[in-house]
């Protein structure tokens, strides 16, 4: 059995582990440098700190798997792979079956080495079983200014600061939604930025009603409880003022930001007039929740929930056998719900069951870890209102420089409402990123956001409209494709020894 593993952070490292114990062969791939992904990522070996664990949770946990990895001659591990397409095979899609488990109906083309380099390798894979843990990435909503150097995503900044150890800015307000803006504040103050405020858009009432029903149910997350100390404990001993129902609504600056403006916002996200605050900052980090990276999960034809998630079974299975997903695509609940979930879709990757003695106990924590998901949504979700701060001059499409105003005006004259052709009459979504910073945006804003499912939007085939359908998942060169997708792996690896690929070497 062979299993091959798209994603080397939490879910990614438990699946590895869990298809090992049950005595799969393991391909490990992860577009990074270094495993631990977007939670664990750290400095590198050739510049250690010597106390890498204070800008971690779980660090030890984290070190003990990947050295168990590195050490096993079962797992290969490769970096600076990047999975630029998945492909159905010839071979009909297959339901889900209690029979002896069909290999993946996939095929896997990476690209090895350094982004911008010119020598990569590729490499194709056709596996028994896939595990898609390919994680999230922030959501930012947009705002008068935020085009401006010194607006970065909440993720972004806690990046430099933990694997580069280096402060976005002097004096920082950090903005947004979610659990996520308390250790992107104690990232920034440990590296020594001056962190002016943290502004929560959801208000008390709103945060009440999404994290307090059935109280009970968190008692197995106790030790979060523990973690939201500490963080309590950094804004206090640092003084940072933390308030709820506010907003980043504008950046200023002429070649940087020089400041930003804070308002009070109602229930649904709409500015409160009058209640504007003008706040001296170098730097703003700004995160509204997540988006998961779904373009694998499509390309190998995983059905995708009206909230924009992996559907999966108690198994981890995907609606397409032989393909599991674990992590933040199946549902933003944290690091805890990310390993569970791993061990789970790794084990039954190999030919398990979620009933087996081995994984009863992460098939037990995922009902309480996983409910997180729910309520972080409920707590701090997108509310609609938050399009009243836009101005005719916001860029909502900061790669292909498009105004709020020209794609308002664009709709109206054409009766636009479908993706497509929005994208393609005002450019919104075809830049560098692909849509991977303003899709969710545009999608709101012609109408199919999450409020409204994510079949809000159809094409012309009647197929789910979505900026994440992408057949190319990431740049490739015409010569790299020219030049052929690399070597068919072979059915049974060599496990003579340990593997650790690096992509830079």
Known sequence: MKVVIVGAGPAGLAAALAARAHGASVTLLDAADEPGGQYWRHLPPERPSANERILHHGW???TAMRRALEADAGCEIVMGAQVWAIERSDAPAQARTEAPMPAAPVVVHVLVGPPDGTGRAGRTFRPDALVLATGAHDRTLPFPGWDLPGVFTAGAAQ????????????RVVIAGAGPFLLPVAASLVATGARVLGVFEASRIAGLVRGWLPKPWQLIGAAKKGGELAGYVGTHLRHRIPYATGRAVIAAHGTDRVEAVTVARVDANWRPVPGTEQRIAADAVCVSHGFTPRLELPIAAGCAISSSRFVEVDEAQQSSVAG?????????????????VEGELAGHCAAGGSPGDPEVRRAAKARTTFTGFAARIEAAHGIRRGWTAWLDDDTLVCRCEEVPYGRFRETAAQTCGSGLRSMKLTTRAGLGICQGRVCGGTVEELIGGGPETA???????RGVAATTDRRPIASPVRLGELAGGIGPTEPTEPHLSKPTVQKGHQ
Request: proline share 0%.
């Open 323 to 339: 393909v599991y997903a674990a992590g933040e695509i199946t549902g933003i609940g944290g690091v805890d719900a990310a390993l």
């Open 159 to 170: 990046a430099f600061a933990k694997g580069e150890r280096v402060a976005v800015g002097q």
């Open 60 to 62: 030890q946990r984290f």
């Open 454 to 460: 994510a079949g809000g939007l159809l094409d012309q």
